[in-house]
């Protein structure tokens, strides 16, 4: 066996890729990862390096139906049990990949965990360590559940048991292991934090510009700045992977340049829209799945993209062909002719709507493959925008269960209509849909109007989806502050009005027609979206 190789060393063996599909939770699954990459051409698809979703480190290594789930490398009965266990690649045919990790399809990939126990962390790893490029433990999960559990986040104040966590990883398992965190409450302490991570072991870091806390309506902005200061202060030689405020595509680079991290991972911008890590086509390029608008403004059509992920599903999950297609809708193309409905004859009764097998297994066993079971959660992410106005389809979606193939062609169909009239409505008036330019937007550093201009789309276009910012939810009572919170905020007042400041910015005299007044300045380096 080849050397290990660690740190920057092993980032370049696997291509230095500058695109990263972060791990979610149930939403970052093999047939997902397929689509993420497929709007980039075949032979750049492996410039996207793609994370699992979060693995339960002791739930996957006692329990095989947990493992069969979610993790599919290779077809049914190829790799024994045993084989697997002992991280043994041992005698196998290229036809027996199937799906996670697959070479010719999902690589690289990151498969990441959460975990307490350094002993079940490490029986974890080795399950999948033949499968996959590198294991990443999860520090960053905020939520309630893994307060619970004791991992994620909610291992950030225990820096002995992180430090066993990875280093058993990096002194036991034969590919690197790696590490995602949440910046701390202040910059040495951050620092230090990421010190630690990387002195046990971890060859690459991905480093969330949020803190803990902020999650739900009080997630507000990523930190750049933050992993800025990580980038200048910790060794040249240290890969660092940014995430957060990363709304569309030309945000990549945006943060690249802020940051100066080596990557840049993607996680609630992908599920509203997929293509977010491929550039856009040309102009006069865009086909039948992308829409340009006469402004410019663009995206893949929904229809679009639900016929990609579909199609996936039954070519790698199900190993069947996908159904016949006619091509997607374009308001050029001409009014086919109206053709008659065949009518049965007299003497004979209708004929009964077969049932697919995929109807009959739904009844008689429920469906537990990971790949079936976030189709519908990926459909109420992506479709965000046209089921608020179509509500027909948000209701079929509702009904949808996992495996129902049949059912969630039917969504399909009505997507298809849903954007045909959206379409033939932009012709007839196109200030219907088209946004006020990104040139022409005012911008408010204090609000999420900003970036809602940015991205807004027509409805059957895949947009990202702003939250507004805490303060904003404030005002619309979407949180609600403690006692001790409103204190505070009332104390920091005070204070600024004493020190002529106001929190994010600093109050100037500004000279406006000869006349002096009030003006707030933004800080500087905020980042808005």
């Not at 086909?287 to 340009?292: A, L, Q, S, V």
């Amino acid at each position: 066996m080849a050397p290990r190789l660690h740190g920057r060393a092993f980032y370049e063996s696997i291509g230095s890729p500058k695109l990263v599909l972060a791990p979610m939770v149930d939403q970052s699954e093999f047939a997902w990862r397929l689509l993420t990459r497929s709007f980039l051409p075949a032979e750049l698809r492996t410039s996207i390096l793609a994370y699992s979703p979060m693995l339960h480190a002791k739930i996957f290594s006692q329990n095989p139906k947990y493992r069969e789930d979610h993790f599919r490398p290779r077809k049914a009965a190829a790799a024994p049990e045993k084989a697997r266990a002992e991280g043994a690649e041992a005698d196998f045919s290229p036809n027996d990949w199937h799906l996670d990790g697959n070479p010719s399809l999902d690589r690289p990939l990151f498969m990441q965990f959460c975990a307490n126990d350094p002993a079940l962390f490490l029986e974890a790893a080795k399950h999948v360590q033949p499968y996959c490029d590198a294991v990443d433990l999860n520090l960053g999960c905020p939520q309630g559940i893994a307060k619970k559990g004791r991992y994620g986040a909610f291992l950030q104040e225990d820096w002995d048991l992180i430090s066993k966590l990875i280093n058993a990883l990096h002194r036991e398992l034969d590919i690197p292991v790696t590490a995602k965190f949440r910046i701390q409450e202040t910059r040495e302490k951050t620092l230090e934090y990421a010190k630690m991570i990387l002195s046990a072991g971890a060859s690459i870091i991905t480093v969330h510009g949020r803190r803990r806390e902020q999650k739900g309506h009080n997630t507000g902005l990523a930190d750049w700045e933050m992993i800025k200061f990580l980038r200048d202060e910790l060794p040249k030689e240290t890969v660092i992977f940014a995430n957060g405020n990363i709304l569309q595509h030309g945000d990549i680079q945006k943060c690249l340049d802020a940051t100066g991290a080596d990557g840049v991972m993607s996680a609630e911008g992908n599920l509203y829209d997929p293509a977010i890590l491929a550039p856009p086509p040309p102009v006069g390029e865009e086909g039948r799945e992308y829409w340009r608008g006469k402004n410019g403004l663009g995206g893949y059509r929904m229809d679009a993209v639900l016929r990609r992920y579909l199609d996936i599903l039954y070519l790698h999950v199900l190993e069947q062909s996908p159904p016949d297609r006619q091509p997607l809708f374009l308001a050029s193309d001409p009014e086919p002719a109206p053709t008659p409905e065949p009518t049965p004859p007299a003497d004979e009764p209708p004929a009964k709507r077969q049932k697919l097998d995929s109807e009959l297994k739904r009844k008689d066993k429920k469906v537990t493959d990971t790949n079936f079971t976030a189709m519908q959660a990926h459909l109420f992410h992506l479709l965000r925008a046209l089921i608020s106005k179509h509500t027909n389809v948000r209701d079929a979606l509702a009904r949808s269960r996992a495996g129902d193939i049949p059912a969630y062609e039917n969504v399909l169909s009505l997507v298809e209509a849903a954007t045909k009239e959206g379409l033939l409505e932009y012709e007839r008036d196109p200030s219907l849909y088209e946004p006020e330019s990104e040139a022409h937007a005012a911008v408010d550093w204090q609000s999420s109007d900003a970036a809602v201009r940015r991205c807004k789309r027509p409805y059957w276009v895949c947009q990202s989806h702003v939250r507004p910012l805490p303060e904003e939810a404030v005002l619309k009572g979407s949180i609600q502050l403690s006692k001790k919170e409103l204190a505070r905020r009332q104390r920091e007042e005070e204070e600024s009005k004493a020190a002529r400041l106001v929190p994010e910015g600093a109050v100037e005299e500004v000279a406006t027609n000869g006349v002096e007044k009030a003006e707030e300045i933004p800080r500087e380096g905020m980042v808005c979206g």
